[in-house]
């Protein structure tokens, strides 16, 4: 890969292009950048010119959150961000295990980062909204003449080290959402962030001439690789809403009072905010013939692409939004630690319940599980440049999912034990996640500790189960476990939501989940609760959920 170009350098050449908008208004590119590297200087005079330290940082979503992040990496630290919905446990976890020098935020949030920040003698720094202002077009009321003034020249649109520093140096930790364990400083490198942008943007085709509608948290890599520095990269324009909202986002995405060169084009989410925009079409729009085909022709011909990921995406879910907006949704695979690895394609055939194959750059392969790592190998292969694929049998295989690449993280912050474990002699990054592969095509059977269940000698996908049971009229949400069993080794519990006014009892549900699923894969145990909690991914901690539902029980 050539030299690593960071996305403030990129930023010179779209200039007075629109790059964001969000509550307040409209940003430039030149108006980003210039605010940015005012930031930029204050931090590396705070910092004396120290470089690598790492600044968290929690900001609303508005182009405060970008100009501190640029002003990061101009400055050559190490951005982590943070988030306002996190506990003030985990807050305190972050701040103290990344070892942060400076935590910036905005006036709002000092009553509740103040403490953290005198608990850890951090250096606590108000967000100055005036730059905010600066970055705004000069045409929106509240830009000011010293921002045209600063933007005359091309000349001083110069910022950040030298390039040789970007191809060689961290750029931000993503901490991993601990479903499975503690979370986890992953390593970013801007070598990394690179990779994982340039392969979303040749394989789902960003253009100057995108819009993409931003709902997503900040401090997950969805929200900031996928849609956020790729649309920036592009020279696209990012719409950030402060929050998702389903009525915002219906709003959004049909351009209700707004010129065709400002709608949205793409949306990125995961599957509950499809599921709550579908509640509130039901809700609103279902009953109107004329109201329904006309959101169907909107999203149909005014939106170029649409895409789930972060949590598996529910068959009946897929069809229902397929009925409602004409789209098929692009599905996807991808880590904290490695930004995307696999995607359906944009322009071909969208399987359902799959991941589609690897996306350009990524090598993946397929392991038998085994005792060891000698004990393991090989059953399926794509490694990238040679663009070669070795596939042990013709049916489906199954077994554990490995990557490599430039886009794989370099480790775990300060824990060199648990990175050693995550990666083979050889170098390839173990997932931790089983998958099914089948012409070509991948499919994500769930995490191996907690989604593959074994019970009498068989290997049940949790998630195959979900996606089954999800079908059942009666029922809203669910969440499949194992259960320890001394006769099985395990046996298969279902967690439900049912449907208000609804009834969900085991030997119904049983007989509907034998029209689908093999008989050893059916749910022995049912319970129905209000709400199965989920972190801001959508994503289920199942361990803390089995020990909520099923206290006697051990994972």
């Not at 002003?71 to 446990?89: D, E, H, K, N, Y």
């Not at 055939?349 to 004990?375: A, F, N, Q, W, Y």
């Not at 990175?419 to 089948?438: H, I, L, N, P, Q």
């Amino acid at each position: 890969m050539s030299g690593v170009v960071p996305v403030f350098k990129r930023a010179v050449k779209f200039g007075d292009k629109t790059a964001l908008r969000d509550i307040h208004g409209d940003y430039t590119y030149r108006g980003l950048f210039l605010s940015s590297r005012q930031f930029a200087n204050q931090l590396s005079q705070m910092l004396d010119g120290v470089l690598q330290k790492r600044i968290a940082f929690m900001l609303p979503n508005d182009a405060s959150y970008v100009i501190t992040q640029w002003a990061c990496w101009m400055s050559g630290q190490i951005a982590v961000p943070l988030s306002a919905l996190s506990p003030t446990p985990v807050l305190d976890y972050y701040i103290k295990d990344s070892d942060a020098t400076v935590i910036v935020t905005t006036s709002e949030l000092v009553p509740l980062l103040e403490p953290l920040a005198n608990n850890t003698k951090k250096h606590l720094v108000v967000f100055d909204d005036t730059l905010r202002i600066l970055a705004m077009k000069p045409s929106d009321k509240m830009a000011n003449n010293k921002q045209i003034s600063q933007s005359d020249s091309e000349d001083s649109l110069e910022a950040g080290m030298k390039d040789d520093f970007y191809n060689l140096s961290d750029a931000m930790f993503v901490y991993t959402s601990g479903t499975t364990g503690k979370p986890k400083g992953a390593v970013l490198t801007h070598k990394n962030l690179q990779s994982q942008v340039n392969a979303l943007v040749s394989a789902w085709k960003w253009s100057e001439k995108d819009i993409v509608l931003h709902t997503l948290p900040l401090n997950h890599i969805h929200g900031i690789v996928n849609v956020l520095l790729c649309s920036l990269y592009a020279g696209a324009r990012c719409v950030m809403l402060p929050k998702f909202e389903t009525s915002s986002v219906w709003s959004q995405l049909l351009g209700i009072n707004l010129a065709n060169t400002e709608r949205v084009n793409m949306y990125m989410a995961v599957p509950t905010i499809y599921v709550k925009l579908i509640q509130e079409f039901d809700q609103l729009f279902s009953k109107n013939s004329k109201m329904t085909e006309y959101i169907h022709n909107v999203c149909t011909t005014k939106i170029r692409l649409m895409v789930s990921g972060s949590a598996p995406l529910p068959k009946p879910i897929f069809d229902r939004w397929e009925q409602i907006t004409g789209h098929r949704l692009l599905e996807r695979y991808g880590m904290t630690e490695t930004g995307m690895v696999l995607s359906n394609p944009l322009d071909g055939e969208r399987i359902p319940g799959t991941v589609g194959t690897p996306l350009p750059g990524v090598s993946t392969r397929v392991m038998k599980p085994g005792v060891s790592e000698d004990d393991t190998e090989i059953l399926v292969q794509n490694i990238a440049e040679k663009k070669d694929v070795f596939s042990k049998t013709k049916g489906p295989i199954s077994g554990d999912l490995q990557v490599k690449g430039d886009s794989v993280f370099r480790q775990y912050w300060n824990k060199s034990e648990a990175t050693a474990a995550v990666f083979t002699s050889d170098g390839w990054f173990k997932t931790g996640d089983t998958v099914e592969y089948e012409n070509g095509i991948y499919k994500m059977l769930g995490r191996s500790s907690v989604d593959i269940i074994k019970t009498g000698g068989y290997k049940v996908s949790a998630l195959e189960v979900e996606t089954v049971l999800l079908g059942h009229p009666d029922i809203i949400d669910c969440a499949v476990v194992g259960l320890p069993d001394i006769t099985w080794g395990q046996k298969i519990a279902a967690i439900v939501v049912a449907r208000e006014g609804s009834e969900v009892i085991l030997s119904q549900l049983r007989k509907y989940a034998k029209k689908s699923l093999q008989a050893y894969a059916v749910p022995t145990v049912l319970k129905v609760v209000d709400k199965i909690p989920k972190n801001s991914m959508g994503k289920v901690n199942k361990p803390d959920l089995l020990t909520a539902i099923f206290p006697d029980s051990k994972f």
